[in-house]
């Protein structure tokens, strides 16, 4: 370094803001501030609450759904009526008073239906479906359920039960359930 | 942030550091103390009002700056915002000499942008690019006027001018 830089550099070293300029810049201490929304934290707890009970009921039930389509699946009672006809199935489940018409999409393509019968889930009166797969033979149970508050609030999900794999959804104003032995 | 934090050890030295890097700024333009500290402070709280992160070097100085600029304007005086274009001159050597006698005084003999160079550049080691994009003049210009400015310190203090009856305490606080 070029010695008059040296001597410039030092000349300025030796400069200081005064102590009392120091503290008048300090920023005052951090106190803690009072909340803005005191209400905020129990609400927010109130509300994980409410969530974890809601998400916890409908856990619970859609358990209990599959578990209880896959214990009739099991049993493989005897179809009340045979019939590859939906209409004529629900012409003689004259008690339903939802529609029988197979769940959209390619259901209809993939199964084909060999009977029904009246069965409860979950206290709901309900439509037990024998359906085959015609790609392979195999013979599945389809649900039909009303769509009550209940049923509503579950989401799609798919189970395994001893077994048994149970798969639930809702389609308009019904809830559907497909049991399929693995 | 705050500087002062409980836990800051480090964040007051870091202030206490750039606190007296920009009162030496301030300095170089001002070259009075009580004028220096002011703009300083001034700077700071400027910096504390609008900004919502930590004070940092650049914009420190930048501010420094702009408050002294409007301090001139506010007197009349337009001297530092000429700053001459000139054409590129060789780096010096590092073996030309230094300045004998009161640098204090010869630094005040200095126009207040030479001071600011020299500054910049021999205190804060900031490269003539640098300056350039501080102070938005050519990188050439910065060159040459910080070669200029030590010319004249050792012109200065070549003729060993004495300050002629200088004020007992010209930089010292009322």
């Known amino acids: 370094m070029n010695p008059i830089d040296t001597q410039i550099r030092e000349y300025y070293q030796k400069q200081t803001l005064p102590e009392e300029n120091l503290q008048a810049m300090q920023p005052p201490e951090d106190t803690p501030q009072p909340s803005q929304w005191p209400w905020l934290l129990p609400l927010a707890a109130a509300m994980i609450a409410l969530l974890a009970i809601f998400l916890g009921k409908s856990f619970s039930l859609s358990q209990a759904v599959a578990a209880e389509i896959a214990k009739n699946h099991t049993a493989q009672l005897a179809m009340e009526i045979s019939s590859s006809d939906y209409q004529e199935v629900a012409a003689q489940l004259d008690q339903i008073d939802f529609s029988l018409t197979p769940p959209g999409g390619v259901f209809s393509r993939q199964f084909t239906l060999i009977g029904g019968r009246y069965c409860s889930i979950q206290t709901e009166l309900a439509a037990q479906l024998r359906v085959r797969e015609n790609a392979t033979g195999k013979m599945h149970t389809l649900y039909i359920i009303p769509l009550t508050d209940d049923f509503s609030a579950l989401k799609e999900t798919k189970h395994s039960v001893k077994g048994v794999k149970v798969q639930l959804w809702t389609e308009g104003d019904r809830f559907f359930g497909l049991a399929s032995s693995k | ?174």
Request: hydrophobic share 35%.
């Open chain 2, 1 to 174: 942030m705050n500087w002062f934090n409980k836990s800051g050890i480090r964040e007051t030295a870091q202030f206490r550091e750039l606190a007296q890097s920009g009162f030496r700024y301030a300095l170089s333009l001002a070259h009075h103390h009580h004028d220096a500290e002011d703009l300083t402070q001034q700077a700071w709280l400027k910096l504390q009002r609008n900004g919502s992160g930590p004070i940092v070097r650049g914009p420190l100085f930048k501010t420094i700056r702009n408050l002294f600029i409007d301090s001139l304007r506010r007197k009349g005086i337009i001297e530092f915002e000429s700053l001459p274009e000139e054409t590129l001159v060789a780096e010096e050597s590092t073996s030309e000499p230094g300045v004998t006698g009161d640098l204090e005084y010869f630094l005040g003999q200095l126009k207040t942008g030479d001071r600011e160079l020299l500054y910049l550049h021999c205190v804060e080691g900031y490269t003539a690019q640098e300056i350039s994009d501080l102070i938005g003049r050519p990188r050439g210009t910065i060159l040459s006027a910080i070669n200029r400015a030590k010319a004249k310190l050792r012109e200065l203090a070549a003729k060993q001018e004495s300050p002629p009856s200088r004020p007992a305490k010209e930089n010292a606080r009322p």
